[in-house]
């Protein structure tokens, strides 16, 4: 069976982004035409869909590290602010957008509060594993020595 750990991120995020842009409870918020994703950042990004890759990535992180807070997960998508002359220092990620990811996972039930953090639903591991196994076809089609594995 392939989980998550079995194939690469990239790919992954890619597949869950098509799977999730379905999904009327992952809308994207008014403020995500405007929003940076993070003080560091000096530019909002250029990825129309940024914001779906972003609920893949975000879900990904719950099953890999699960039970897990808004605060670890702000540092994960944090990065180094550039100062100008002085030395940098880095800056977590935006909370808003993090909160509002999380929201909308719940509301489809892909994950679930505990009284350590969101973790995993069985319906969002399955979602996962479905689409870890739909990566590693996709892999095994291009590579075709990999297909054995």
């Given at each position: 069976?392939?989980?998550?750990?079995?194939v690469p991120a990239d790919e992954l995020?890619?597949?869950?982004?098509?799977?999730?842009?379905?999904?009327?409870?992952?809308?994207?918020?008014?403020?995500?035409?405007?929003?940076?994703?993070?003080?560091?950042?000096?530019?909002?990004?250029?990825?129309?869909d940024w914001w779906y890759v972003r609920?893949?990535?975000?879900?990904?992180?719950?099953?890999?590290?699960?039970?897990?807070?808004?605060?670890?997960?702000?540092?994960?998508?944090?990065?180094?602010?550039?100062?100008?002359?002085?030395?940098?220092?880095?800056?977590?990620?935006?909370?808003?957008?993090?909160?509002?990811?999380?929201?909308?996972?719940?509301a489809a039930n892909l994950i679930e509060?505990?009284?350590?953090?969101?973790?995993?639903?069985?319906?969002?591991?399955?979602?996962?594993?479905?689409?870890?196994?739909?990566?590693?076809?996709?892999?095994?089609?291009?590579?075709?020595?990999?297909?054995?594995?």
């Amino acid at each position: 069976m392939t989980t998550v750990y079995d194939v690469p991120a990239d790919e992954l995020i890619k597949i869950m982004t098509e799977k999730i842009k379905g999904m009327k409870e992952l809308e994207p918020p008014e403020f995500v035409k405007f929003v940076k994703t993070g003080v560091h950042k000096e530019k909002p990004p250029l990825d129309d869909d940024w914001w779906y890759v972003r609920c893949a990535s975000v879900l990904r992180r719950i099953y890999i590290d699960g039970p897990v807070g808004i605060e670890r997960l702000r540092t994960y998508y944090g990065g180094r602010k550039r100062r100008g002359s002085k030395p940098p220092k880095f800056r977590k990620g935006s909370g808003a957008i993090i909160r509002s990811v999380l929201k909308g996972l719940e509301a489809a039930n892909l994950i679930e509060k505990t009284p350590k953090g969101r973790k995993i639903t069985p319906e969002g591991q399955r979602l996962l594993d479905n689409a870890s196994r739909d990566v590693q076809k996709r892999i095994a089609k291009q590579i075709p020595a990999l297909a054995k594995y």
